[in-house]
């Protein structure tokens, strides 16, 4: 008898990647080129959608771009500009009908969008809009923007979507083709990135840098929060299509979801890992022979602490990268399968050895806990845990698929964390006596490194955090670690209906910018 098996993999995962190019008479394979790039945000499904001046063609598969699209199928996409998106959906939404771009044909004529990011108040306005009489094909919350762009009476396209975009709430980079513009827009708080780059005469826009990088296109800048960059045969216009708000970049980009090798928020994510690493190491040092990242994540952070402690770092465990999300399970049970299917640890580099084992994050904690077992069994004396983000205790609402708060193995109410009894309340080393809002406490701390079966655990603070990204303005989302949100989680900031049908009446009048 065998199984169909899900792979371990317990972290916080990215919901997408966009990308764009406008005017490159290859503008479909170096979409796909682009979507190949930025794989690592989303490996459910992903679609291409191009623009030949007259038509849209779209191009859409579940599973990863380079099984979806082949030269036949690329070649059915024609034209000179062009849009892709990578998905990873949730549970229960590995549908093809949510696989994006999205295509409409409304008054404003035909468009595609491509969504990285979450709305809050789409369910709220899901309900309106059917009560309108909106008909949804899909369950995204993209399809909002999209009902909301063909109701605005505003004139021009540039103005039905800044009408659609004033109306909801939440985080939205945001990719939008025509027949003969391509749109590039964040959300005023910026929560997820997006970038402009330069392909000869062509301009691209892509969710992270190393999508240029494939293509050699050279970076230009960051997309702004709350700028829609409208890039046509006349050049590029910059509107600002809604007020200024404080900005809240995803600190997890720099964490753990971006490639390391991409600029986000216009700063190295090598950089912010490596110094990530260095200030763990100045939080919580301990004697220790060898520094061991858990690959591919914790590489960075490991070289930091490294570097910073003097301890050598080694690779004592090797990721097998040549696996696929699901797998068949032998009849004869192998403990912790899951695990030693992605990674195996090396014995001679662990054997009598006291291991600093470094990961960007504990969600759940069960494959931690599998992991520090396996290092144990492969011979190490000691195992020091050191995660370099703080506890992660809340979900993300800003397009991240995370576990609810029960799952979190920090968060207050986790159903994973065994209970410690009063008197076994053991205050932690290091974890701090000034713990931001949200932050666990130490016993919490402590109850999980006992999960875990670590001789030690340490968690980066919030401040280092902040530090590591040198967000000395706060202008970073750090909500998944405190609880404290910038926006409701919930919807309550839709406008009633009077409101709204007057509103819907104004255009919106945004500014306007022209850039060479
Ligand atoms: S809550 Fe966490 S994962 Fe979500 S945007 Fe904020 S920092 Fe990023």
């Not at 899900?6 to 170096?30: N, S, T, Y």
Request: some cysteine.
């Amino acid at each position: 008898m065998t199984q169909q098996f899900q792979l371990d993999d317990d972290h916080f995962h990215d919901h997408c990647g966009v990308f764009g190019v406008f005017a490159h008479p290859e503008a479909a394979k170096l979409s796909y080129l682009g979507l190949y790039a930025q794989q690592h945000r989303g490996q459910e499904a992903a679609g291409i959608c191009s623009s030949d001046g007259a038509e849209l063609h779209v191009a859409k598969g579940m599973g990863l771009v380079a099984d979806i699209f082949d030269p036949k199928r690329l070649a059915t996409l024609a034209g000179d500009s062009a849009i892709g998106h990578t998905r990873y959906s949730t549970a229960g939404d590995t549908t093809l009908t949510n696989a994006q771009p999205i295509v409409i044909d409304c008054s404003k004529g035909k468009i595609a969008i491509g969504h990285n990011g979450n709305l809050t108040n789409a369910a709220e306005w899901r309900r309106k809009l059917e009560h309108r009489g909106s008909i949804f094909q899909t369950t995204s919350d993209t399809e909002v923007i999209v009902h909301l762009i063909a109701r605005s009476s505003a004139r021009n396209l540039s103005s039905a979507i800044a009408d659609a975009l004033n109306q909801v709430e939440g985080a939205y980079s945001l990719v939008i083709l025509t027949r003969d513009e391509l749109y590039a827009i964040r959300d005023p708080r910026g929560f997820r990135p997006l970038c402009l780059g330069r392909l000869g005469d062509s301009y691209t826009v892509a969710s992270e840098t190393c999508a240029f990088d494939l293509l050699d296109a050279k970076y230009i800048r960051e997309i702004e929060p709350g700028e829609m960059l409208r890039i046509s045969r006349a050049g590029l216009e910059s509107i600002r299509f809604a007020p200024p708000k404080p900005h809240q970049y995803c600190i997890f980009e720099h964490v753990y979801f971006a490639r390391p090798d991409s600029l986000v928020f216009d700063r190295s994510v090598h950089h912010s890992r490596e110094n990530l690493g260095r200030l763990l190491a100045r939080q919580h040092p301990v004697p220790a022979d060898v520094v061991v990242p858990v690959p591919d994540s914790g590489v960075p952070a490991a070289i930091g602490y490294s570097l910073e402690s003097e301890v050598p770092f080694r690779m004592g465990l090797i990721r097998n990268h040549y696996i696929g999300r699901t797998f068949i399970q032998p009849v004869q049970a192998i403990r912790d399968f899951g695990v030693k299917l992605k990674l195996n640890p090396v014995r001679g580099l662990l054997e009598g050895k006291r291991v600093v084992l470094v990961d960007d994050s504990i969600v759940r904690g069960t494959t931690s806990r599998k992991i520090v077992r396996m290092v144990r069994e492969a011979g190490a004396i000691e195992v020091h845990v050191r995660i370099s983000s703080p506890p992660t205790i809340s979900p993300c609402y800003y397009g991240i698929d995370t576990p609810t708060h029960e799952e979190l193995i920090a968060s207050a109410d986790s159903k994973f964390r065994p209970r410690l009894p009063e008197a076994d309340a053991i205050s932690m080393p290091g974890s701090s006596p000034n713990a931001a809002e949200g932050d666990p406490s130490p016993q919490t701390v402590e109850e999980i490194r006992r999960f875990l079966g670590a001789d030690s655990l340490g968690y980066l603070s919030i401040e280092n955090l902040r530090d590591a990204v040198s967000d000395t303005e706060h202008r970073f989302c750090t909500s998944c670690f405190t609880g404290v949100y910038p926006t409701p989680p919930v919807q309550l900031q839709v406008r009633d209906h009077a409101a709204q049908n007057q509103e819907n009446s104004q255009e919106t009048q945004p500014t306007v910018t022209r850039e060479s």
